[in-house]
């Protein structure tokens, strides 16, 4: 981690060099999301950004560095997150960053795991080993973006048809888990291993000046690299799709709220291993491996403080 802070302060002053007699701007968002599953978060965002190498030409006039700082609560998890932007061209931006966070878990009707290791025991049975923070769940990210709007080549607030498409290397680990443990973060299915991820999304959406701002398409790809031996045999190796319709909504001039209809991809597995709750125990169906489900109702409101 001090190699990520070190990394974030380089960018920064250099950031603060470049900025030359226009400086920086700053904003702080807050941010909530909540869902049909339940589920909650409340965030507070800091972001800066820098002129950084600019040009006169269109595609390098509002070239930037931009720098978040986040803090992130949910019912069961508190994180830390860093994220850098640099734009070297209006298409195009390589993005690093990292996270810092812990857990709780809880007892409803259900258990809800906020962080803990997912231990099968040596008769079978399957529990969750972990108490409050006894662990940290970090990580490290490095990404690009690739994007287009059609009002670049055609002006006008109507043609704004958007393309956007990000794809992360990251590396997740959990300090109480040993690299061959599995582990859960923010009662997700346990199947997390110490190791890399591939992340990306893809999105398509069209931008008005009405109070409906926008509506699209969000495709993203989850895919784990760690390749934990045996893995495909319960679809370790297959990558996860959400899929999403989007609907934006400008309420006034700082406060935007966005609503996306959620559908997923899972796994199929043996009518003879679906039922077993170790998930490495399970095999996948060889004939259709995945299926497509509903997912949730995620609305997610951003409201900018100032």
Known sequence: MKRL???????????????????????????????????????????????????????????????TLTAALTPISLNGLAEIVWTPAAFFQLVTGGRIGSGWNITLEDKITGIGKNVRDADGTVHVEGSAFDGILWNVKGGAVLQFDLAVLFPG???????????????????????????????????????????????????????????????????????????????DNLARWTFSAVFGFKITDRMNVTFLA?????????????????????????????RLEFYRITAAMKYNVR
């Open 262 to 290: 959620q559908m997923r991809t899972m796994r199929n597995f043996t009518a003879s291993t679906e039922d077993r709750e170790f998930y490495q125990d399970r095999q996948i169906a060889p004939s259709q491996q995945r």
């Open 157 to 235: 607030d109507w043609n704004h048809v958007i393309f956007r498409s990000y794809h992360e290397i990251n590396y997740a680990a959990y300090t109480a888990a040993k690299n061959n443990e599995s582990w859960y973060f923010e009662n997700d299915f346990g199947e997390n291993r110490n190791g890399l991820n591939y992340y990306a999304n893809y999105l398509l959406g069209y931008q008005t000046p009405l109070f409906l701002s926008m509506v699209g398409i969000l495709a993203e790809e989850n895919q784990s690299l760690y390749r934990t031996a045996g893995g495909g045999r319960w679809g």
């Open 5 to 67: 802070w070190a990394v974030i302060t380089g960018f920064l002053t250099l950031g603060a060099l470049w900025a030359g007699e226009k400086g920086y701007t700053s904003s702080t968002g807050l941010g909530v999301t909540v869902t049909s599953m339940p589920e909650a978060k409340i965030d507070l965002a800091q972001n800066f950004t820098f002129p950084f190498l600019r040009g006169d030409g269109a595609l390098t006039l509002d070239n930037n560095i931009s720098t």
